[in-house]
């Protein structure tokens, strides 16, 4: 009869072997327990016996193969017998049952959602703040290290409406009267980073959120003088009355409005590509860039904002992508747009605000804006200084960073407080 | 039924009496526990009563003699070995984690092996690096062994009687400071649960979750702290595996803060083991602060007196670390 | 290096042990030695197509001390055994199918696939189990004993052990408190020359381990291991000093493994020509020569015998590789005995 020789397995955790020398050939009488090839190891070679004495047939492997452990490498034949090896399915490998299910565990179902970065909170402040709704940004912690604890949101007033509030974010703390920075329509306050990199390290900058942006949700109102008021609130609540104002587009006008405001002493005023400034503007940019859904519909709107393209980044849309998905901005600035737009033209007006400032005040235009367009910087009054950049689109602080951080920088000190 | 107050030693005594005279299948082996009455005179007269072959006298064989536990319990009989250290169990741990608590485990459930190994464990004696260490977690680590390490006379008793009669290996530990401690007992034979803890002192303000002596000097801290106004509750773990769980977290839950204090050393030891279940449980949203350990030091235990007293918490510690956390200092 | 080997020799005389068993008791050894052979061989055929999982270690060429020591025990008589114990477990009655299905880590093996190869036991047939660790087997062997004395049952236990346990601590400890509370055990050596790749003349101090017996006060007994006759009869000599109550003895079974100490062995601490030299003096070609020069049974009884076995684990191996995957959830069933339940 016929013996088969298989691939053996030589160690545990093998599930493979790798064929050696051959000690017999093809058509060989062999002997049984006469070696008739080895096997290759880490550790050493390992010869394998002929299973049975006869002739050698249908060698199936040859020095230097690796097969699988189990496989048929080749037959011992009695002799003058008539064999035919059987055809063998793809042979089943160590049965191994479904291990996907594994023994339970202890479950560990905690989920914190406050991702307020640098928080220092206790376990049982974070919950009491989830439970009730409110957000830990907003308390003052007296514990240990600025820790908030449970007790700190006890004296949060119960019953007053702080359900919504504005997402405020110090850049910077430090002495002195800080810059305020206020983004524009459909941004936030990660704008301002690459800019503010650029800052030297003294003075404190405060960066807000505006409603129905970044992290601030938009309440009933969707109106400017609700965001006028929002950005006011936040300033009084960081002690942050007396401050520079740096706005961009929509936040140039808020910063404008603001520096009249009672209560709030603005030291200096910038306003970057500001709207308010005359009625043209580009809505179709508005509506496309809200309406995009990927990253291929969504660029050639975030390319209209700057003249080169490279400036922007490939991480923008991607992450303003990923925002949407998270946050309800997109509702949100569609009933913004919407009030501040009537008719695709802009309704505010900030003229007023900038006829006899009694602070140093710049406004920067790129010429090629093509949001709010360049021509509206006129006739300003002149005490305000006028800065045009060429070659600069809607996004000067993006696109001429160090330009308008230079400019930043003379203006605080113009205003030195 | 009055209690009345024995000792440690002699509450252990009385267990193992109950146990010889109820059921012929329990015997007692262990170094100089016959004539001489065990090393620290905890089975005294019962050689007297009960005869030598039912308290045998072993030769220095730990390894051996443990093994001869193992076979005598995997075969009908209730065997309660005693080693004359916690340290000496060292040279029969083959016999204790290899086979003791794996046979039931490695043969599909068909045998049960109900030995008890007793461990006088802890320093405070003079005994130095090898006579004096706490390695309850080394045991408690492994799965197939109850751990127990009971702080009263009364539980040391009422444990060491439910160690007897149940089925799987069982290990206590007694702290060798308390064998002169006396407490009341209750008369006769009665059985403490393996597994649950003993709340010894209620409070609100912080929870102190203590193993062995360690539970007696968090009392003490705790009885300081009250007259600060800080009210400790504390916890007397007594069950090292299984802990008991529930009522540690529900403990936490309460008080928001906890401090776990043991003499083993205080890295990977049993108050390691008790943080993380509180930070992996519901607890974990009711913490006010971080939870603190106070363990034994990075160090064999040294002889010197000054050396040895440092080399664990005292009462002193509890306070202190008891203090910044109600405090909030920590 | 050499080893051991002592000339085949078919005694003419007809040894003692035959007049205590029956002609059928007889064939029943040979059966299970038979049984013992087949199942080593169908594992390493399992093993070396991938088939199973693990290690394992063979026992071939040391069937007649492990049929041989168990021939005067019954079910009430324990045995310890060791990481090489399949051998030890037929011949004390395991059944064949539920031993293959340990082997494949299987639900319906002896252990339900918890303990494996080297973990096989049948505690129901006084089996306390095959230990992974050397000499782990000694101190329990003589708990068992002292347990038999103490509740009066008469029974023995043994403990089988290799020559690598021979320096263990524990063996030295176990022999010891056998002798000084005169226990009913009988210490088995299978010495078959070496521990893992370790001579036993590199490790030991004594030209034999029966040697040491003197030094903890019972007698050491040395047989040929690979004879039939000679192990049963000694066993009978040991295990009826047992019963009646003079204390352990120390076995010693000169014998070989022609296999690797495991599947991973090369070999290379032995030649070729000692591994044949011992086949030649394979026990169970011995075995089925005296039996049938005695008239014990005929060569066609003999043959039969073979071949029904041959068949028998054709169908253990089946059944066995029907039986069930312990299911994962059950990963720590069996750590502890069900709560509430006392002794």
């Known amino acids: 009869m016929a013996h088969e020789i298989v691939m053996p397995r030589v160690d545990m955790d093998l599930a493979t072997g790798r064929m050696g020398a051959w000690r017999a050939a093809e058509g060989a009488h062999v002997v049984k327990g006469e070696t008739l090839f080895e096997i290759e190891t880490d550790k050493a070679a390992m010869e394998v016996d002929a299973p049975a004495s006869g002739v050698l047939r249908f060698v199936a492997a040859s020095e230097g193969d690796v097969l699988p452990v189990g496989s048929c490498i080749g037959w011992v034949v009695a002799e003058g017998e008539d064999f035919v090896p059987p055809v063998t399915s793809p042979r089943a490998a160590l049965a191994t049952p479904d291990s996907s299910a594994r023994a339970d565990v202890e479950e560990n179902d905690a989920v914190y959602a406050d991702a307020a970065v640098g928080l220092r909170a206790t376990p049982a402040a974070r919950r009491a703040a989830r439970e009730r709704g409110l957000r830990l940004a907003d308390v003052k912690g007296s514990g240990p290290k600025g820790r908030i604890q449970a007790r700190d949101l006890e004296q949060c007033a119960v019953g007053e409406p702080r359900m919504l509030s504005v997402n405020r974010e110090w850049l910077r703390r430090g002495e002195g009267a800080p810059i305020v920075f206020i983004h524009g329509l459909c941004a936030d306050l990660n704008g301002w980073r690459p800019l503010f990199r650029l800052l030297p390290e003294t003075r404190p900058a405060l960066a807000i959120d505006l409603p129905g942006h970044g992290l601030s949700p938009l309440g009933e109102e969707a109106s400017f003088d609700a965001l006028v008021d929002a950005a006011r609130s936040v300033m009084i609540e960081e002690g942050a009355t007396s401050a520079h104002l740096v706005g961009h587009s929509l936040g140039g006008a808020v910063a404008a409005v603001l520096s009249q405001a009672p209560g709030v002493k603005a030291l200096s005023l910038m306003l970057i590509a500001p709207a308010g400034l005359g009625e043209e503007t580009n809505p179709a940019f508005f509506d496309g860039f809200l309406q995009a859904d990927d990253e291929a519909a969504l660029t050639p709107w975030l390319n209209l904002l700057v003249t080169d393209p490279a400036s922007l980044g490939s991480a923008l849309a991607p992450a303003t992508l990923r925002q949407r998905t998270e946050l309800p901005l997109v509702a949100a600035q569609r009933r913004l747009t919407k009030a501040l737009l009537a008719n695709g033209r802009q309704t505010i007006d900030i003229r007023d605000c900038l006829a006899a400032p009694r602070m140093p005040v710049k406004v920067v235009f790129g010429l090629e804006d093509r949001i709010t367009p360049a021509h509206h910087a006129e006739n300003l009054s002149g005490l305000v200084a006028l800065h045009r950049f060429a070659k600069i689109g809607h996004m000067p602080h993006l696109e001429a960073r160090r330009e308008m951080a230079r400019l930043i920088v003379e203006l605080a000190g113009a205003g030195a407080a | 039924m009055g209690a009345r107050e024995l000792s440690y030693a002699e509450a252990i005594r009385e267990a193992l009496a109950i146990a010889l005279a109820g059921d012929e299948r329990v015997f007692l082996m262990g170094e100089d526990i016959g004539v001489y009455g065990g090393a620290f005179q905890v089975t005294g007269d019962l050689v007297d009563r009960f005869g030598e072959e039912r308290v045998m006298d072993t030769p220095i064989s730990e390894l051996g003699g443990a093994g001869v536990a193992v076979g005598a319990a995997l075969t009908g009989m209730l065997p309660v070995y005693e080693f004359q250290f916690s340290d000496f169990s060292m040279l029969a741990m083959e016999q204790i984690v290899n086979q003791a608590a794996k046979l039931r485990y490695m043969l599909g459930g068909a045998v049960q092996v109900p030995v008890v190994f007793r461990m006088p464990t802890g320093s405070g004696l003079g005994g130095a690096a090898q006579h004096s260490q706490s390695i309850e977690a080394w045991y408690a680590h492994v799965p197939g062994l109850k751990v127990v390490e009971p702080s009263t006379p009364e539980d040391v008793k009422g444990m060491l009687l439910a160690a007897i009669n149940d089925p799987d290996p069982v290990i206590v530990f007694e702290h060798k400071l308390l064998y002169k401690m006396k407490g009341p007992v209750p008369e006769g034979r009665y059985e403490t649960p393996l597994d649950k803890a003993a709340i010894r002192r209620e409070g609100r303000d912080l929870t102190i979750v203590a193993t062995g002596v360690m539970a007696h000097r968090a009392l003490e801290a705790a009885e300081s702290l009250a007259n600060e106004g800080i009210g400790a509750e504390v916890i007397d773990l007594r069950s090292l595996r299984p802990i008991d769980k529930p009522a540690i977290i529900e403990s936490v839950k309460k008080t928001a803060r906890l401090l776990a204090v043991y003499e083993g050393v205080k890295t990977l030891g049993i108050g390691a083991e008790v943080s993380a279940i509180v930070a992996e449980s519901e607890a974990f949203d009711y913490l006010e602060a971080p939870i603190l350990r106070l363990g034994g030091v990075e160090a064999p235990i040294p002889y010197s007196p000054v050396l040895e007293k440092v080399a664990v918490p005292q009462v002193d510690d509890i306070v202190a670390s008891a203090r910044r956390l109600a405090r909030g200092q920590v | ?343």
């Open chain 3, 1 to 343: 290096m050499t080893s051991h080997a002592s000339t085949p020799r078919v005694s003419a005389s007809r040894p003692k042990v035959y007049d205590r068993l029956t002609p059928d008791a007889v064939l029943d050894a040979l059966r299970r030695m038979h049984r013992i052979r087949r199942f080593e061989e169908a594992a390493e055929e399992s093993y070396i197509r991938g088939l199973s999982y693990g290690t394992m270690h063979l026992s071939i060429g040391q069937e007649a001390t492990a049929v041989g020591v168990c021939v005067p025990l019954t079910d009430a008589d324990c045995i310890t055994s060791t990481h090489r114990g399949h051998g030890h477990c037929i011949a004390k009655g395991a059944e064949l199918t539920p031993m293959f299905a340990e082997f494949l880590g299987r639900e319906g093996g002896y252990c339900k696939g918890r303990g494996g190869s080297m973990h096989i036991a049948d505690p129901a047939r006084g089996n306390l189990g095959a230990n992974g660790i050397v000499g782990g087997g000694l101190p329990i062997a003589v708990g068992a004993a002292l347990s038999a004395k103490k509740r009066r049952t008469g029974a023995v236990a043994v403990a089988f052990f290799g020559d690598g346990a021979n320096n263990e601590g524990a063996f030295h400890e176990a022999l010891n408190l056998a002798s000084i509370w005169r226990l009913p055990v009988v210490f088995v050596c299978e010495n078959n020359q070496y521990a893992m790749s370790m001579a036993i003349s590199r490790s030991t101090a004594v030209a034999n381990v029966a040697d040491r017996a003197i030094a903890y006060g019972m007698p050491g007994v040395v047989v040929d291991g690979n004879n039939f006759a000679a192990v049963a009869e000694a066993s009978f000599a040991a295990t009826e000093r047992a019963r009646a109550g003079e204390g352990p003895t120390l076995i010693e079974a000169k014998t070989y493994r022609t296999r690797g100490h495991s599947r991973s062995d090369r070999n290379r601490y032995r030649t070729r020509e000692e591994i044949e030299a011992w086949k030649a003096l394979d026990p169970i070609a011995r075995f089925e020569t005296e039996i049938v020069a005695l008239g014990i049974g005929s060569p066609a009884r003999v043959a039969e015998i073979a071949a029904e076995v041959e068949k028998e684990m054709e169908d253990a191996v089946a059944a066995a590789s029907a039986s069930p995957w312990p299911s994962v959830a059950e990963v720590a069933r069996d750590v502890y005995s069900p709560a509430g339940t006392r002794v």
